[in-house]
Structures are given as structure tokens and as C-alpha cells.
């Protein structure tokens, strides 16, 4: 992001304390005519607008002391995401960096506030599936990060504090269809229900699951899943009526 002069960094300031919550409406507007990629989008210019990075940069400019310089230096190692960096043994690290310890400390902080999310999810009653009936997922979360936590995530060039948001969405990238979405608020542990409707053809019907982060990039999670639609039951008065 810019370093901007005068009344210009005031400018700044004021949009971007109001564009969070218009992209969260634009997300809302665009999933409630049920389109997919649009709203994933919309989703990551949330990230960018937080971070101050485009999706292009290097995730690890999220980082403290981190510079164009220095993530080229980890690429050619082969470490690319926080995770990448996390992963490595303290001493390649410290080689790898050549900072100071409190600059490495201050690394240290935000890589251990960083989302650690483990995920499962399971579709209720995955095998009596009907077409054009309602599904239900239960998607489990669980934070593995050490420590406290809560509070405003590592923002430099956000002008105030941001808590950590999510997104839940069911939908189909081949059709660009977005089946189902819903925020979500995660502490250590959270238990989520979504409900989508099948599709009307009875058949194999591909989906992915996204869990998407609203200020951290790189921390994004995806799941593709298949459905075995068949034949939907028929209602007992509608047998009824064929009796007679």
C-alpha cells in the first residue's frame, strides 16, 4: 500500500475503514444470486484490503521486517507460505533470515497467531441423498495454534483494529453455482451446519467446500466432494393418490 501525503492519507484512511464492510455486502449481494466465483473474489480483495498486498504478492509480506528482497530469497528455498517458514528448523530459519533475535521474535508472534484451522465436515445421510432435497453438512473446526487467543489480527497497514472473520461455502466451479454460504466467528472450537439443496438430476454431482479468511492470506481451505443424487422418495400422499 502507498504511503500517501496530507490530506490524502486522511482519503485513505476514511475508505478503507468503510471498504471491509462494503465488500462484506457485496459478498451477501452476489451469494444471494448464487454465484461462485464472484464472491470468492470478493472474498480476497477482503484479504487484500486488510493486508495491503495484492494476491499476487508473496504471503509472507504479512510478516514483520519482510521485504520483496526477502521473500525472493526464501522462494529460491522453496518456502512460500507462513506455513513453509513455520515448518522449518530454527536453525535454516535464522540462516535462511539473518535478522536480529528481536526482529525474529517479533516474526515469531504473528507466525504463532497465523490461522491453524483443521477442518472435517461430513454430509448427513451422504447415501439417501434425493434430488431437490435438502442437505445437510456439518463442517468441524479446530484452531491447533498454541497460546492466547482473540484481538485484532496483524494488520500494519489496516487503519484499526480487525478481528478474524470466515466464510463457509458450498458451490460448484464448473457451473459457477454457489449452493450455500455462512460466516463464521472461530475462537479454539466450532461446530457448523450448513443446508443446501441437491441438484434436480439424479446422478453424480461434483462440489467444493471453501473455508475462506476475511483478513489473512494464504490460510484458505478447499475440499472437493462428490453427491450420488438419486431418485427422490415420494411423498406418502402422493402414493396416496395413485392408489385411487
Not at 150 to 168: F, N, Q, S, T
Not at 235 to 243: I, M
Amino acid at each position: 500500500r502507498l504511503n500517501l501525503a496530507g490530506d490524502l492519507t486522511l482519503d485513505q484512511k476514511t475508505v478503507l475503514q468503510d471498504t471491509i464492510r462494503l465488500v462484506q455486502a457485496m459478498v451477501d449481494v452476489i451469494s444471494s444470486s448464487g454465484w461462485l466465483k464472484p464472491a470468492l473474489a470478493c472474498m480476497e480483495v477482503a484479504q487484500m484490503t486488510v493486508q495491503g498486498l495484492w494476491d499476487s504478492t508473496s504471503n509472507l509480506m504479512q510478516l514483520p521486517h519482510f521485504t520483496k528482497e526477502l521473500c525472493d530469497k526464501c522462494a529460491e528455498k522453496e518456502i512460500e507460505t507462513v506455513f513453509d517458514l513455520m515448518d522449518m528448523e530454527d536453525a535454516d530459519r535464522n540462516s535462511l533470515l539473518s535478522l536480529s533475535d528481536a526482529k525474529m521474535s517479533q516474526i515469531a508472534a504473528v507466525c504463532n497467531r497465523y490461522p491453524n484451522v483443521s477442518l472435517e465436515y461430513e454430509i448427513v445421510d451422504k447415501d439417501e441423498v434425493g434430488a431437490g432435497e435438502q442437505v445437510q453438512m456439518v463442517v468441524k473446526l479446530e484452531r491447533e495454534n498454541e497460546g492466547e487467543l482473540g484481538g485484532a489480527v496483524h494488520a500494519p497497514h489496516y487503519p484499526k483494529d480487525k478481528e478474524e472473520g470466515w466464510w463457509l461455502v458450498v458451490g460448484d466451479p464448473s457451473t459457477n453455482t454457489l449452493a450455500s454460504i455462512k460466516r463464521v466467528n472461530l475462537q479454539r472450537k466450532a461446530t457448523v451446519k450448513i443446508d443446501f439443496t441437491a441438484p434436480e438430476t439424479v446422478g453424480k454431482a461434483g462440489y467444493t467446500l471453501y473455508f475462506m479468511c476475511d483478513c489473512w492470506a494464504g490460510s484458505d481451505q478447499e475440499y472437493e466432494f462428490d453427491l450420488d443424487v438419486k431418485e427422490a422418495a415420494e411423498d406418502d400422499d402422493d402414493e396416496e393418490e395413485g392408489d385411487e
